[in-house]
């Protein structure tokens, strides 16, 4: 913001003709603050982001674009192919496989949402002793390496040694072969995907907790409202702009899921076919088969279920988030 | 009449860009078929250089380092960087490397990737290397010289190699009061020694053998062994009865309760349930030497059964040159130096591996003298190379789909044989 033109919040009565685009540029003088006014340097300031994200992100975009209208061989040498591997692809009953499983996952992992809501209340009660540590326990999945994590889950799986079934033993339930039976395996894999991704969406919240003015808190208790209603009534309407937030991350950091799945199944897990997800779909043509055209359409499909995921949570998002 | 010299320049600038892409286009596929005529010449040993060498295996370094160190001493202007990917990483590496004409100078090449690699021409041949005389193919085991020959041209010379066997643990076979096979012995014999431990100590949860979800050290032996073939020509071999027998063998031997469930062999794999004393017999490659060196097991080695016919797979790293090098010369001099009986010999006193030149692989069976690891270099006269195409993963993927659901029972093997040759043999087509 410039500090010279000094714009107010509250609009300036115009002239009704002035007001319109139509108006001559020349004989009204419009006090509103101008990128021209301030020559390059504006542009300087947000070249560095600007080249970053146009280098890195938008080029790529339009590079594998591009590649998935092509046959490519495995070191380059492409040749135009239309929109064949886009027909190929939505033939393709891997497709929808690996859509339904990243779905299937997507949704488990949401079901963290509602958990970290209750947990992070819960660790906002004024007087709780110890609550940085447990704040700390709760981030910790979020920080450590996905692939690190995965090794030790894959024992905890194991179906002859894990404890996860010993566990389960020990009240009479024989747990199956999480990792190697068809169904199983992508539930497992989002259990997972739920614990690691908790802490992150605990934070998020707990610093929108923090937004919640307390004085509406004393105003309930003194009404006599009980614990659970000043949950329902004031936390949970008052932290929809926190989980509006926490859920596109965690759906569009769920339709990504990879090295989690690709870490616990294995490579040479006889279910992987069976349990794949759309960016390990993806992976498989790509970097196993050598079809980068093909892969490419992978991509821009992804891409574009993300894009209008979002888009659709954006529009929903009017319903339910209750704005400043 | 101004922009006529502009329309001018850029028809010219576009007609030069389609000419460019024309040429890197044919020059991609030019490298398919024919070989250009192989350019060597041995350097003097004052040559000035810097190459790179792509290796995957740490392990291996300081059989490097001394190779380096030796090859220093007849050309010491030549220095030579060992970048190290681990194997994960390495193939996808590589292709981004190859994509870019990046590739090391000289790099491991294996059976699985050579096809692609040669068939692409990004590879360097030998043959200049061989007609100077300073490379000798009769020196490496045949099957792995063919192995690293695609379309009649070789491309790769041997570093090391490995066969197949049966490690074995003595002291489950004590406690299972079962004996210890001697010499040959036969599919039913090992049949039967596998079910027989399993019985004995299924109370500790003991398995007598492990069945196998990889081509190289399991189904792919006992396909041979059975007189089939994995890959025939440009077709699959899976549709042919006596595949379906190779395969048929590790559904019988986990229906027989000898081996572990394909699901208990996915959560703790083979050779995890070896080394951790819970199987008795494990099928693996000369290899795993390494992994039991160090360990308490009382180990020897045992020639894998015979069925049709005696049969073990052979496969070993070979070493390539980059055919977009800038300093080709000395990686071919380094290549050359390699593939030779001292450097060789180096690597074979580190014990790592067992080294492709014929006559220096002693000091790997003495590395290990309790365990019979000649057993590993007797398998050179039976010995089949590892079934590979120009794009061997395309295929190993649908096996490593298909074949798991015949071991485990869920389909009969006839079926899945079946349908794996027709998928095997579209993949076959597109290459």
């Known amino acids: 913001m410039t500090t010279v033109s000094r714009p107010t919040a509250v609009p300036a009565p115009s002239t009704p003709d002035g007001a319109g685009p139509a108006g001559p540029p020349a004989h009204t003088p419009r006090r509103r603050p101008s990128l021209r006014g301030d020559g390059a340097w504006p542009w300087l300031f947000v070249t560095p982001l600007v080249a970053g994200v146009a280098v890195f992100y938008l080029w790529p975009i339009l590079q594998t674009a591009g590649y998935s209208l092509t046959e490519s061989g495995p070191f380059g040498g492409s040749t135009f192919a239309g929109i064949e591997n886009y027909l190929a692809l939505f033939a393709d009953p891997r497709l929808y496989l690996s859509l339904a499983n990243t779905l299937l996952y997507t949704g488990i992992v949401l079901l963290g949402i509602p958990l970290a809501v209750v947990l992070a209340s819960l660790l906002n009660l004024p007087g709780l002793r110890f609550a940085s540590l447990y704040r700390v326990l709760f981030f910790l999945p979020y920080v450590a390496m996905p692939t690190a994590v995965a090794m030790v889950w894959r024992v905890i799986f194991n179906g002859d040694f894990g404890l996860l079934n010993f566990l389960l033993g020990t009240v009479g339930i024989e747990g199956p072969y999480w990792i190697s039976t068809p169904g199983a395996a992508v539930v497992a894999v989002a259990i997972v995907g739920l614990w690691s991704s908790l802490g992150f969406s605990m934070i998020v919240l707990a610093a929108g907790l923090k937004n919640i003015p307390p004085e509406l808190y004393e105003a309930a208790e003194l009404d006599g409202a009980s614990r659970w209603r000043q949950f329902r009534a004031i936390t949970v309407p008052l932290l929809t702009p926190s989980i509006f937030f926490v859920t596109i991350i965690t759906v569009i950091s769920s339709f990504q899921l990879f090295d989690l799945l690709y870490a616990i199944l294995g490579s040479s897990n006889p279910v992987l076919p069976r349990s794949m997800s759309l960016v390990y779909f993806f992976y498989r043509e790509g970097f196993v088969d050598n079809d980068k055209g093909y892969a490419a359409a992978i991509a821009m499909v992804v891409f574009l279920i993300i894009g209008l995921v979002t888009a659709v949570q954006f529009r929903l998002q009017r319903r339910w988030v209750h704005g400043d | 009449m101004k922009t006529q010299p502009h329309a001018f320049a850029r028809r010219a600038l576009a007609a030069t860009a389609a000419a460019t892409v024309a040429i890197v286009i044919s020059g991609c596929s030019a490298g398919g078929g024919g070989s250009a005529p192989a350019e060597y010449e041995a350097p003097d040993s004052d040559l000035e250089a810097s190459i790179t060498y792509g290796v995957w295996d740490q392990n291996q370094v300081p059989a490097i380092e001394e190779n380096i160190a030796l090859f220093n001493e007849q050309f010491p202007n030549i220095d030579v960087t060992v970048n190290v990917t681990p194997y994960a990483e390495y193939w996808t590496k590589l292709q981004t490397q190859g994509s870019s004409d990046t590739l090391p100078d000289v790099f491991w090449m294996n059976g699985p990737n050579i096809g692609l690699y040669g068939s692409n021409g990004l590879l360097e041949p030998i043959a200049g290397a061989v007609e100077a005389g300073d490379i000798d193919p009769a020196n490496y085991p045949e099957a792995l010289v063919d192995l690293y020959t695609i379309d009649d041209v070789q491309y790769g010379v041997p570093k090391d190699f490995d066969t197949i066997g049966i490690w074995a643990n003595r002291a489950l076979f004590e406690q299972a009061g079962v004996e210890l096979p001697e ?23 003991i398995y007598g053998a492990a069945g196998g979800m990889d081509g190289q050290t399991t189904y792919y032996n006992t396909i041979f062994q059975a007189g089939g073939t994995v890959i025939d020509g440009d077709t699959s071999g899976y549709a042919a009865p006596e595949a379906q027998a190779g395969i048929q063998f590790w559904t019988d031997l986990i229906a027989s309760g000898g081996s572990p469930t394909i699901q208990q062999l ?14 008795a017999m494990y099928w693996g490659g000369s290899w795993f030497r390494s992994a039991l060196i160090d360990s308490d097991l009382d180990v020897t080695v045992l020639p894998l059964p015979t069925g049709e016919e005696q049969a073990t797979v052979i496969h070993g790293v070979s070493n390539v040159v980059s055919a977009t090098s800038q300093n080709k010369q000395a990686a071919q001099a380094f290549q050359v130096f390699l593939a030779s009986e001292e450097a060789q010999a180096q690597q074979g006193e580190a014990g790592a591996v067992i080294p492709a030149f014929t006559g220096t692989q002693g000091a790997f069976t003495e590395s290990m003298p309790d365990a019979d690891l000649q057993v590993f270099l007797d398998a050179l006269e ?28 869920e389909r009969p093997v006839e079926e899945v044989t079946t349908e794996l040759a027709e998928q095997m043999d579209a993949a076959l087509a597109e290459e």
Do not use: C, R
């Open chain 2, 183 to 205: 010499g040959d012995w036969t599919w039913d014999e090992f049949q039967q020694t596998a079910a027989d431990i399993s019985e004995a100590l299924s109370a500790e949860g």
């Open chain 2, 266 to 279: 996915t959560d703790t794999t083979g050779d995890q349930w070896f080394t951790s004393g819970k199987t």
């Open chain 2, 382 to 409: 039976y010995a089949q190379p590892l079934p590979v195409s120009n794009n061997s993963a395309a295929w190993n993927a649908f096996e490593a789909e298909l074949l798991p659901q015949a071991f485990s029972g």
